[in-house]
T-cell receptor, first 113, second 113 residues
Framework: NAGVTQTPKFRVLKTGQSMTLLCAQDMNHEYMYWYRQDPGMGLRLIHYSVGEGTTAKGEVPDGYNVSRLKKQNFLLGLESAAPSQTSVYFC????????????FGQGTRLTVV | AQSVAQPEDQVNVAEGNPLTVKCTYSVSGNPYLFWYVQYPNRGLQFLLKYITGDNLVKGSYGFEAEFNKSQTSFHLKKPSALVSDSALYFCAVFYYGNNRLAFGKGNQVVVIP
């Protein structure tokens, strides 16, 4: 019963490096989300997807790209990491009907030095 | 645009006393409202939701919340707090206009033994 799995759990990057965070869900959910969590800021939506092959920008999309090539996977990419992207990243998925709850992964703690 | 406000940063309550965590929202139309809880170094867990119907909804771990349309509020309550309720609580709203699930900044709840 995996639910939502995020890979990796921790990562340290140097400024300018790139990386991809992977989110996988096994619940056949249509909607998937990427959030970042920063102290005092709550969860801010980076990008989201309402179905395979679709993506949309959230509140804070700059510096990130996403892809949803397969329904079960939602990838978050940082092309050129900056210290301002130091954060905890959470992926979530839901059925997409709006009236059902979202399920969250355990988070990825990213530090950019 | 939709938004969620959680006006207090931290809520301190003595064990056994009633607990209230406040949430107000701003969204056009009928909102779907949620409460989530986050324990240290964990992802968010669903507590309860309001979709339609009875304004008082009951959820996990003895929590309940009251939807008040005229005050655009959705306050979380528990009649008797436990030390184990100490955690970070998030209010969220889903809006069909943009298919987004937006979160408030969170409230740290500290239950004092």
């Amino acid at each position: 019963n995996a639910g939502v799995t995020q890979t990796p759990k921790f990562r340290v990057l140097k400024t300018g490096q790139s990386m991809t965070l992977l989110c996988a869900q096994d619940m056949n959910h249509e909607y998937m989300y990427w959030y970042r969590q920063d102290p005092g800021m709550g969860l801010r939506l980076i990008h989201y997807s309402v179905g395979e092959g679709t993506t949309a920008k959230g509140e804070v999309p700059d510096g990130y790209n996403v892809s949803r090539l397969k329904k079960q996977n939602f990838l978050l990419g940082l092309e050129s990491a900056a210290p301002s992207q130091t954060s905890v990243y959470f992926c979530a998925s839901s059925t997409g009907q709006g009236n059902t709850e979202a399920f969250f992964g355990q988070g990825t703690r990213l530090t950019v030095v | 645009a939709q938004s969620v406000a959680q006006p207090e940063d931290q809520v301190n309550v003595a064990e056994g006393n009633p607990l209230t965590v406040k949430c107000t929202y701003s969204v056009s139309g009928n909102p779907y409202l949620f409460w989530y809880v986050q324990y240290p170094n964990r992802g968010l867990q669903f507590l309860l939701k309001y979709i339609t119907g009875d304004n008082l909804v009951k959820g996990s771990y003895g929590f309940e919340a009251e939807f008040n349309k005229s005050q655009t509020s959705f306050h979380l309550k528990k009649p008797s707090a436990l030390v184990s309720d100490s955690a970070l609580y998030f209010c969220a709203v889903f809006y069909y206009g943009n298919n987004r699930l937006a979160f408030g900044k969170g409230n740290q709840v500290v239950v004092i033994p």
